[in-house]
């Protein structure tokens, strides 16, 4: 599904060069549940940004589904990023006027769907994540948990086929982070390919393949 091969990403800070990713490389097959585990600093969050087709690399290859990556115009980037990749985030990123649902649909709606056929559609994934006696309520009247669960719900609508998560328990109490890796095993075993990008072994463990980040270099 993914193939990175000797991945490298170079900013130019004046007249200093910061090599932040080295000859990165690895593979992810469909139905990978993978964490990406690093201190600040290792070039995790550069390296995200990538597989997100947030960022480009400055040399290597990269495929996404058979397609090379490193090859896209902007466009391209796009419309892998909207289409293919679903992304949660630690501060969870919630249009705060909006209600759960009218978060969830989002996506479905700037894809030109109806608001009735997004409702539809998305009535599954609150279900999934446990959110339908929420759905009316807006983020600042749910639990840092639930609004997660909302996040991972508005990940998911657009069936993508990378769910990629930077720090989901960050900025979660111990034991609703713990709740929030049990939806995401039940999400992989259901087909779900996932990628989480974290600085804790704990979080890193539930997995079931590490790949260790350190000084820009994967070190296993």
Same mark, same amino acid.
């Given at each position: 599904?993914?193939?990175?091969?000797?991945?490298?990403? !170079?900013?130019?800070?004046?007249?200093?060069?910061?090599?932040?990713?080295?000859?990165?490389?690895?593979?992810?097959?469909?139905?990978?549940?993978?964490?990406?585990?690093?201190?600040?600093?290792?070039?995790?969050?550069?390296?995200?940004?990538?597989?997100?087709?947030?960022?480009?690399?400055? =040399?290597?290859?990269?495929?996404?589904?058979?397609?090379?990556?490193?090859?896209?115009?902007?466009?391209?980037?796009?419309?892998?990023?909207? +289409?293919?990749?679903?992304?949660?985030?630690?501060?969870?990123?919630?249009?705060?006027?909006?209600?759960?649902?009218?978060?969830?649909?989002?996506?479905?709606?700037?894809?030109?769907?109806?608001? =009735?056929?997004?409702?539809?559609?998305?009535?599954?994934?609150?279900? *999934?994540? &446990?959110?339908?006696?929420?759905?009316?309520?807006?983020?600042?009247?749910?639990?840092?948990?639930?609004?997660?669960?909302?996040? !991972?719900?508005?990940?998911?609508?657009?069936?993508?086929?990378?769910? *990629?998560?930077?720090?989901?328990?960050?900025?979660?109490?111990?034991?609703? &982070?713990?709740?929030?890796?049990?939806?995401?095993?039940?999400?992989?075993?259901?087909?779900?390919? !996932?990628?989480?990008?974290?600085?804790?072994? +704990?979080?890193?463990?539930?997995?079931?393949?590490?790949?260790?980040?350190?000084?820009?270099?994967?070190?296993?």
């Amino acid at each position: 599904m993914i193939r990175m091969e000797k991945v490298n990403k !170079i900013y130019s800070l004046g007249n200093e060069r910061l090599h932040v990713l080295k000859d990165i490389s690895f593979t992810v097959e469909a139905g990978d549940f993978i964490a990406i585990l690093g201190p600040s600093g290792s070039g995790k969050s550069t390296l995200m940004n990538i597989l997100g087709c947030m960022d480009t690399m400055d =040399s290597g290859t990269f495929q996404f589904e058979d397609r090379e990556v490193g090859g896209c115009n902007a466009q391209e980037l796009s419309w892998i990023r909207n +289409q293919k990749i679903g992304f949660v985030f630690q501060k969870f990123n919630l249009i705060p006027q909006y209600t759960a649902l009218q978060n969830i649909i989002m996506p479905l709606l700037l894809q030109g769907m109806t608001r =009735s056929e997004a409702i539809s559609k998305a009535a599954e994934y609150i279900k *999934l994540v &446990g959110l339908t006696d929420r759905v009316h309520h807006k983020p600042k009247e749910l639990s840092g948990g639930q609004q997660q669960r909302v996040a !991972i719900a508005r990940a998911l609508v657009t069936e993508p086929s990378l769910l *990629l998560a930077d720090e989901p328990t960050g900025s979660l109490d111990s034991a609703t &982070g713990r709740e929030i890796l049990a939806l995401f095993h039940n999400l992989n075993s259901r087909g779900h390919t !996932i990628i989480v990008i974290s600085h804790d072994h +704990q979080v890193a463990e539930q997995s079931k393949r590490i790949l260790s980040l350190f000084d820009g270099k994967l070190v296993s």
